[in-house]
């Protein structure tokens, strides 16, 4: 994502009782990182293979789910902002 555009963020919960604003490719990045074991250095740039003008669509209510492969991995945005893993 460039610069003009406005960050696309996710509402993560945490341990705590808060709901923490995240950047979408960093909650993307842990997602797939906790399900799949895969290191940050593996996933490489996310823009490869998101396009986050669809995440944004999905978060926004424009889209009912946007599904991706990131190293052979099944990540799907939902629209709640959960992000699930598979494979």
């Not at 939902?78 to 699930?84: A, C, K, M, R, W």
């Amino acid at each position: 994502m460039n610069s003009e555009e406005r960050e696309v963020y996710i509402m993560e919960d945490t341990d705590e009782e808060w709901v923490r604003p995240t950047p979408a490719g960093v909650a993307i990045r842990k997602a797939v990182a906790r399900e799949t074991g895969l290191d940050d250095s593996d996933l490489g740039d996310l823009t490869e293979y998101v396009e986050f003008e669809e995440v944004r669509a999905v978060l926004e209510g424009d889209g009912d789910e946007l599904t991706i492969t990131i190293e052979g991995h099944t990540v799907t945005v939902l629209p709640s902002g959960d992000i699930e893993v598979d494979g």
